[in-house]
């Protein structure tokens, strides 16, 4: 489970999956710990991978096209990990490629990583073990915790002085 979840994780396949399949074949703590464990692994691998090969590639290609990302990770590469992971939305292989390309030092991704990813990997690991022991009380459990997830990501890519806020200011001023 761990290699594997680490492969597809790396390769871009959504967290929710590895997540609900440990829940499911391996109940809710053994299967978070496999599933946190594959999906940081595979985010590692990407992100090293980004950054030791595809770099120069990208500073030749991407030049401008990235700019603001680039700008938000290297200023505040924990706050801007965090906030980009606790959205609902996104993708984490590009999070995960962006910070690499943009050199951020592996510390603060990696800590805002596992901060991050742990509240949406809970939430799919107990729909996977309330789905396997048809317990409807999880099923509400993770979709409150799902809920609380989203907003208090909204709220930190809204509020005032984050990075993506800090970023888009000072972009628009720039000539």
């Known amino acids: 489970m761990l290699l594997g979840g680490a492969l597809l994780s790396a390769a871009g396949v959504p967290r929710s999956v590895t997540s609900f399949a440990g829940g499911y074949a391996f109940g809710l703590w053994a299967g978070l710990a496999l599933a946190m464990g594959a999906q940081l692994l595979g985010c590692l691998v990407t992100f090293l991978w980004a950054r030791l090969i595809g770099r120069g590639w990208a500073q030749q290609r991407l030049a401008g096209r990235w ?18 992971r606790l959205l ?8 995960n490629l962006a910070a690499g390309l943009a050199g951020i030092q592996t510390a603060p991704f990696m800590a805002a990583t ?11 690991c107990l729909l996977g073990s309330g789905v396997h022991l048809g317990r409807g009380v999880q099923l509400a459990i993770a979709a409150s ?11 930190l890519a809204r509020r005032p002085n984050t ?5 888009n200011r000072q972009l628009e001023t720039e000539p």
């Open 145 to 155: 915790l799902f809920a609380a997830s989203a907003t208090l990501g909204l709220i």
């Open 67 to 84: 700019a603001r990302l680039h700008a938000m990770l290297v200023r505040r590469p924990f706050a801007a990990t965090l906030t980009l």
């Open 163 to 167: 990075p993506l806020e800090t970023d």
């Open 114 to 124: 596992v901060i991050g990813y742990l509240p949406q990997t809970a939430i799919f």
């Open 88 to 95: 609902p939305v996104g993708s984490n292989l590009l999070v």
